[in-house]
């Protein structure tokens, strides 16, 4: 497992673009992979595991076209060489979804912030997820 690489999981290229930007201003030694739904997620983590190169973070919409963010963490989590990637699901909805099968999972569920300064605060916890061998600068 890469401990410097977020796969980053959303349909809105807009939301994909500034998550990558704030990520390289305050954490470059951190790479974004950038993925358009959770058939390309899943696609991406198999190409990782051939190129032993899994990221130490998932950072996932829940709503998405072609294979959900729900689905896509549930296959995620049923393979062995995946489960132990932390996924956090990234919402829109002030409402968090009941389905406890994201709490079964231990999977967070994030409400996604409105504006730059929330999404760097965001950003630092998610980072803080990822198992790192030196501490994170801010």
Do not use: W
Not at 57 to 62: A, C, G, P, R, T
Not at 91 to 98: E, F, I, L, V
């Amino acid at each position: 497992m890469s401990d410097r690489i977020i796969l980053y999981v959303d349909d809105d290229p807009d939301d994909t673009e500034l998550f990558i930007e704030v990520v390289k201003e305050y954490h470059p030694e951190f790479t974004v992979k950038p993925a358009n739904n959770g058939f390309e997620a899943i696609k991406q983590l198999h190409k990782g595991k051939s190129h032993n190169s899994l990221p130490c973070l998932i950072v996932m919409d829940i709503n998405m076209p072609i294979f959900n963010g729900k689905d896509a963490m549930l296959q995620i989590k049923r393979d062995s060489q995946f489960k132990t990637v932390p996924i956090v699901m990234f919402t829109t909805s002030p409402k968090q979804p009941d389905d406890s099968i994201f709490t079964e999972n231990n999977v967070d569920i994030i409400q996604k912030p409105a504006n730059y300064e929330l999404l760097r605060t965001v950003v630092e916890d998610l980072l803080s997820r990822c198992v790192m061998n030196e501490p994170i600068n801010s």
